[in-house]
């Protein structure tokens, strides 16, 4: 008897909360750590816009520790959008504050990601950063160096097979 009373509940409030305007509500945050474990999973799950959210609010209003972190993953996630203005910016912000967070492998690792989603400019800004802070980097990164020389050259559709870029 109790399910024929709750079945109609339940299925008026789904009916509700499927209604209306279709567009995602901005995610509102007010602990920073909360608001990193919150972007985690929502870059986690693809939802890009909260992600970005929550490690903008953890940038801002954690301690020292949580907000590198949260500069590296938001550098990371705009890299992987395809948004190089903001992941210059983003990059900027951490080779100032936090260069500690910035070792030879994190930065072959975002010269792979660079190439990956083919955004030569921001490429060449880690390239330039990684060559004057390490200069025996320059093997580890060659041919990511190549790679944005002919991103920027022949454009987004260039050929990185050779390379060994996957989808070339």
């Known amino acids: 008897m109790r399910f024929t009373h709750t079945l109609p509940l339940v299925l008026v409030l789904g009916l509700a909360a499927c209604s209306g305007d279709s567009k995602e509500t901005a995610a509102t945050f007010t602990d920073p750590v909360a608001a990193m474990d919150q972007a985690d999973a929502a870059a986690a799950s693809g939802n890009a816009a909260t992600a970005q959210a929550g490690y ?18 938001l550098l990371n996630l705009n890299i992987n959008e395809g948004l190089e203005e903001a992941a210059t910016s983003v990059f900027g912000r951490i080779s100032n504050e936090f260069a500690d967070r910035l070792d030879a492998d994190r930065l072959v690792s975002l010269c792979d990601s660079a190439v990956s989603n083919k955004l030569a400019g921001i490429g060449d ?16 990164i060659a041919k990511q160096s190549i790679a944005f020389e002919r991103l920027r050259t022949d454009g987004p559709s260039a050929d990185l097979s050779d ?4 989808g070339d």
Request: aromatic share 10%; proline share 3%; hydrophobic share 40%.
């Open 163 to 166: 390379l060994g870029y996957a």
């Open 56 to 73: 903008e609010y953890a940038a801002e209003n954690g301690d020292t520790k949580l907000q590198g972190d949260a500069l590296l993953a």
């Open 125 to 140: 800004e880690i390239v330039a950063y990684a060559m004057q802070t390490y200069p025996d980097i320059t093997s580890r």
